[in-house]
């Protein structure tokens, strides 16, 4: 179960500061997040981005549904394994794509 504690609040503005804990570590934010849209952060490796300190990365349901797919990460032990990410991973639904790439698919009653 993930839990979110506010640490600190600045009184002048909506600024905060925050601990977010799940089941793969602490992110405390403000936080810098890698983007790992398909299950990987372009140019660097996993150990790499642990060595920046990096908490969590962000990946995209949506474009790993489209590639590798869904089965490929099931198969693969989920997408931690997938990733070689054993910290926390952000997922971004992927409904913009779904919207702003309409054009290049189908939607239909089955997905």
Known sequence: MAKFEILNTDSDSAARRAVLTT???????????????????????????????SALILAN???LMLRPGIETVEELGGLHKFMAWNRAILTDSGGYQVFSLSSLSKINDDG
């Open 23 to 53: 089941a793969h570590g602490k992110v405390e934010t403000p936080v810098f997040c890698p983007v790992g849209t398909a299950g990987a952060v372009k140019g660097t490796t996993p150990q790499q981005l642990k060595e920046t300190g």
């Open 61 to 63: 349901t949506y474009h």
